[in-house]
């Protein structure tokens, strides 16, 4: 049941990647033809194309933890010949990467509740949208995170 929901929240996510995604191309696209072809800016372009990316760059990391597919260093684990120790370090970097992003969601609210009153200069809108992709990335991140034993017990049941 839990990771049905969580299915159906990482697929809306994904949905919404794909058109941030398009949304930076057609900006850019568009950007680009009004400065050099009609000599006539979109003030609020770069604007809106770097939100989204900061946007894209957070929701694009829980997409890719939730998938198992996001980055790791593998070199130094597969290096230990001891399946015990091996499975202790990778118990303890999943600890440490959890911790990260606890830390993560506690210091991401506090920017973004001292920077929702402040507007963005062409945009208008409050700056704290911006940095809100933080906190809420990091949700999604542990959300998204495979080894909690507790989701797959309970699936399997």
């Known amino acids: 049941m839990v990771n049905r929901v969580l299915d159906l929240i990482f697929g809306a996510v994904e949905f919404l990647l794909s058109i941030a995604l398009l949304l930076i191309f057609a900006e850019v696209v568009i950007e680009v033809s009004a400065r050099y072809i009609f000599l006539a800016p ?6 809106f194309s770097k939100t ?3 946007w894209l760059t957070f929701l694009g990391s829980a ?13 130094v684990v597969e290096a230990i010949p ?3 120790l091996k499975k202790a370090v990778e ?8 911790l990260f992003l606890l830390i993560g969601i506690w210091a991401g609210w506090q920017v973004v509740m001292r920077t929702w009153a402040l507007r963005t200069t062409a945009l208008q809108i409050p700056a704290g949208i911006l940095y809100l992709a933080f906190p809420v990335g990091c949700v999604l991140m542990i959300a ?14």
């Not at 979109?42 to 604007?47: D, L, S």
């Not at 118990?91 to 959890?98: E, H």
């Not at 998204?144 to 049941?157: A, S, W």
């Open 42 to 47: 979109i003030p609020w372009g770069a604007e």
């Open 52 to 54: 989204l990316l900061v």
């Open 63 to 75: 997409a890719a933890m939730r998938r198992g597919e996001h980055m790791v260093v593998s070199l």
């Open 82 to 84: 001891s399946p015990k």
């Open 91 to 98: 118990i303890l970097a999943d600890a440490v990467m959890l």
């Open 144 to 157: 998204g995170f495979r080894p909690f034993p507790f989701l797959k017990d309970r699936e399997t049941q």
